[in-house]
């Protein structure tokens, strides 16, 4: 049973436009969030991270919202640019036994057109 | 270049074999972190050692297993392999425990297994 859904395989965006990647989670002890951006070839690079106590976080061009109530944060990247194209990972943690251990989506592909 | 350093990038055997992948830390990272990505599949976590002791365990394969050496590096052992154990396999290491808002994870290339 996944524990974190990224539903959208892919996603397709102009130049300049904003990208906004979802992600839903079903368990409630999750309290840190992460997404991480994946280019072929290469491992995942963290980008940005929010913590249970906050909504928002924001850093440059890459703001992170999230949902309690709903268990669903998003990623958005204002402008989004050709450079950004890559696989964005959603992960999310919780404490069991003192670690911290991400659960991964499976991703969505972003692919930004000039 | 995140600074971890992943041996080899691609390996190619046969059903039944055994391999070794083997997984260099960021200077100055304690934890190595061991993830398995099958096709369509996100990162499944296998197993993390912090300082040379098993940390945390997810599900890992009774077939395979890990260490991390006094130098801090890092091993995973796969035997007997089967063909759904062709995935690539990421390390990764952080500074301490993993504790998320302080210490981040830092990802190999990746070695790509293929089971043929």
């Known amino acids: 049973d996944q524990q974190v859904k990224q539903n959208s395989p892919s996603l397709s965006v102009q130049e300049g436009r904003i990208s906004i990647l979802n992600c839903d989670y079903t368990n409630s002890m999750f309290d840190y969030f992460l997404w991480y951006k994946k280019y072929p070839a290469e491992g995942p690079t963290f980008l940005i991270s929010i913590s249970s106590i906050k909504d928002k976080n924001e850093d440059g061009r890459f703001t992170v919202f999230l949902n309690k109530s709903a268990k669903h944060l998003s990623l958005h990247i204002v402008p989004s640019q050709p450079g950004d194209s890559a696989v964005y990972f959603c992960?999310?943690?919780?404490?069991?036994?003192?670690?911290?251990?991400?659960?991964f989506g499976r991703g969505t592909s972003l692919i930004v057109h000039p | 270049d995140s600074g971890v350093t992943q041996t080899p990038k691609h390996l190619i055997t046969a059903t039944g074999q055994r391999v070794t992948l083997r997984c260099s830390p960021r200077s100055g990272d304690l934890s190595v972190y061991w993830y398995q990505q099958s096709l369509d599949q996100g990162l499944q976590f296998l197993i993390q050692?912090?300082?040379?002791?098993?940390?945390a365990k997810g599900n890992i394969l009774e077939r395979f297993s890990a260490q991390q050496f006094p130098d801090l590096h890092s091993e995973l052992n796969l035997s007997s392999l089967e063909l759904g154990d062709s995935a690539l396999y990421f390390c990764?290491?952080?500074?301490?425990?993993?504790?998320?808002?302080?210490?981040?994870?830092?990802f190999g290339p990746g070695t790509r297994l293929t089971v043929l």
């Open positions: 050692y912090y300082n040379g002791e098993e940390r």
């Open positions: 992960a999310a943690s919780g404490s069991s036994g003192g670690s911290y251990i991400p659960t």
């Open positions: 990764a290491s952080s500074v301490g425990v993993g504790t998320p808002s302080t210490d981040t994870q830092y």
